[in-house]
């Protein structure tokens, strides 16, 4: 069974801090657990792929017609207080894998090295539908 975790940089369970406002070394000992993860994941083969995701003054909204032009936005968007972060997908045997994984990331270290509680989104991917449609 295959799992998207999603990760958001909004306010956690334990920490209303901004990751821009921690000390530098919290911020690397943040990164570090997160490689970490990554690896324990690979390690196990649970995973498929995970990736941090630039922060969103970077991004670009793009709508079609599909007959003219696109239209692309650039930033500034409309301030929120959560946007997509990054995120695992990871390919596990039970839902109960998937949400013990997602446990583990919501306790990554924030300041002074406590657990943040971060909020994990935990979605199944679909697979694709039968062909006897």
Known sequence: MKYILIKT?????????????????????HIDFQH??????????ELVDAQGLADPGQ??????????APVVTDGP???????LAGYWIIDVDSPERAVEIAAKASAAP????????????????????????
């Open 9 to 29: 940089y909004s306010p956690a369970a334990y920490c209303d801090t901004f990751i821009g406002d921690w000390e530098p070394e919290e911020i690397q000992a």
């Open 59 to 68: 991004a670009r909204i793009v709508m079609s017609d599909g007959r003219s």
């Open 77 to 83: 968007f409309p301030e929120t207080k959560e946007f």
């Open 110 to 133: 924030g300041p002074g090295g406590k657990p943040i509680g971060e909020y994990i989104e935990v979605r199944p991917i679909m697979s694709a539908p039968t062909t006897d449609l």
């Open 36 to 45: 970490a993860l990554g690896e324990e994941l690979a390690k196990s083969g």
